[in-house]
């Protein structure tokens, strides 16, 4: 089966062998390494510096990761502001509002753009905001928001900028030289073609520093992972065969080039795809040049639900996905993300054709 969704993804052969390694204690000097060579490793795909930054990993999916960088990351003391552009913005107020943060939320509806002057005039009407969060690749839509823009706003007005870039990490531009940008949370199993199961923030050592004390979570609290991960140390039961997947991953994506080839791959992909649907009257969602290049939204055809068309594609071996909420109704989505080939999308596309047809 072809999986067309954003995550988790097909693996490639090697990634689903690494899942085979070794029966490991966590206790062990086997699992030490293999810990410290992920978390080089996911510094790496950016080429951060270590002594700056800091992989926190977990076991968990992507919304631990985002849910342990808004807890550890805005102290007592501080007030977040979460932009909403998608069911992911609006799962980190969700967040918020069930950790008990000091937040307010920017609600722009789900397609639309982030536009800078309303989150600028939201930061200066709220004076004492210390920390912004938004979603860098809202996947609802397939939208890439502005970060780098978003990175200096911050930057002007002395605000922390906190990303959840569960689906852009490995295959999106993501601005770490911003002095705002403090933390970024994501997962094995998107664009880094790892299997479930492990998920990490990578963070500036700074912010883990001054972060949230005492912690509102205690499985969710980043600042002492990241102290038992710097002494090669783990406090709790690690998803080991998802974090030997994870590493055969990242030396897959760094042979091949590191994360703007892989961008460059998934936006050959997307396009083909794109010219391939609108040869047969498929429309996307939103302008392509607003879209990432990760996954595509594309209204659905006059006459045909979403679970006609999944159940036709499922059939002749393609998994696509739904829109959410009201979404549902209107459009189904796209991602060439994972170990898909050139010859996956030529009979996709051909499969489409052939439900057309029908
Ligand atoms: C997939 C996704 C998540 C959450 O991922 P889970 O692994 O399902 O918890 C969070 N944010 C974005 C933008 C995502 O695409």
């Not at 988790?8 to 060579?37: I, M, T, Y």
Request: aromatic letters at 6%; a negative charge; hydrophobic letters at 40%.
């Amino acid at each position: 089966m072809i999986l067309l969704n954003p995550g988790p993804v097909n693996l490639s052969a090697r990634v689903r062998r690494a899942l085979e390694g070794p029966d490991l204690c966590h206790r062990e000097e086997e699992f030490a390494a293999l810990q410290e060579k992920l978390r080089d490793q996911l510094l790496g795909v950016y080429e951060l510096a270590a002594g700056d930054w800091s992989a926190v990993l977990l076991t968990g999916s992507g919304t631990a990761a985002v849910e342990a960088m808004l807890t550890s990351l805005v102290p007592r003391s501080g007030h977040l502001l979460v932009l909403e552009n998608g069911v992911y913005g609006e799962r980190m107020t969700r967040i918020a509002r069930a950790h008990g943060l000091r937040h307010r939320a920017l609600q722009l509806g789900w397609p639309a753009a982030i536009e800078l002057g309303g989150v600028d005039q939201a930061l200066g009407a709220a004076r004492d905001i210390t920390h912004l969060a938004v979603v860098h690749h809202e996947t609802t839509t397939g939208r890439l928001n502005p970060l780098g823009a978003l990175a200096e706003l911050c930057s002007s007005r002395g605000v922390d900028l906190l990303v959840d870039a569960v689906s852009s990490f490995g295959a999106e531009a993501i601005d770490f030289a911003s002095d705002a940008l403090v933390a970024c949370a994501a997962t094995a199993n998107k664009c880094l073609h790892g299997a479930p199961g492990a998920a990490f923030v990578v963070a500036r050592r700074s912010a883990l520093a001054t972060g949230c004390d005492p912690p509102r979570s205690v499985y969710l609290d980043l600042a002492a992972h990241g102290r038992d991960q710097d002494a090669r140390s783990t406090a709790f039961t690690p998803g080991i065969p998802a974090f030997y997947a994870l590493r055969e991953a990242l030396s897959e994506l760094s042979e091949a080039g590191g994360w703007s080839e892989r961008r460059s791959r998934y936006r050959a992909l997307s396009q083909r795809i794109r010219a391939g649907l609108d040869a047969q009257g498929y429309r996307t969602y939103l302008d392509p040049r607003e879209s990432s290049v990760v996954l595509q939204s594309y209204l659905l055809p006059d006459g045909m639900t979403y679970d006609q068309l999944h159940d036709e594609l499922k059939k002749r071996g393609f998994v696509i996905y739904s829109g959410q909420g009201a979404l549902r109704e209107e459009l189904f989505r796209i991602s060439p993300m994972g170990a898909i080939t050139d010859r996956d999308v030529a009979a996709l596309l051909t499969a489409f054709a052939d439900i057309r047809s029908r």
